[in-house]
């Protein structure tokens, strides 16, 4: 499974970015999606994870911030992120964890944010 991450960017602090995970082929209909991100010298931490059923979880970093949400089509899973902090530079990446196809990475996409 291929998975491609999108939307990263360059954002003053304050501002908002969206990044985007699709599944070549496949719906992100099931198992469980996840958003990490690593900042250097830092380790991957899980910003944000969604289940099949609709059920969230943040990291306490970005509740009330970010926001994780499938499209209806089950294509894609969008990570909102909104009031962006200079901590919140990182790069980020989607995680697709299934029984049926495994652990599957995305590429990363760099989010900056300048203070």
């Known amino acids: 499974v291929q998975l491609q991450a999108s939307g990263g960017g360059l954002v003053q602090a304050g501002g908002a970015l969206r990044l985007s995970c699709a599944a070549s082929?496949?719906?992100?209909?099931?198992?469980?999606v996840g958003w990490y991100r690593q900042a250097p010298g830092k380790q991957r931490e899980l910003v944000a994870s969604?289940?099949?059923?609709?059920?969230?979880n943040y990291a306490d970093s970005v509740k009330d911030r970010f926001t994780i949400s499938r499209n209806n089509a089950l294509t894609t899973v969008y990570l909102q992120m909104n009031n962006l902090k200079p901590d919140d530079a990182a790069v980020y990446y989607c995680?697709?964890?299934?029984?049926?196809?495994?652990?599957?990475w995305g590429q990363g996409t760099q989010v900056t944010v300048s203070s």
């Open positions: 995680n697709w964890n299934t029984r049926l196809y495994g652990d599957n």
């Open positions: 082929g496949r719906l992100l209909n099931r198992g469980i």
């Open positions: 969604t289940l099949a059923d609709g059920r969230t």
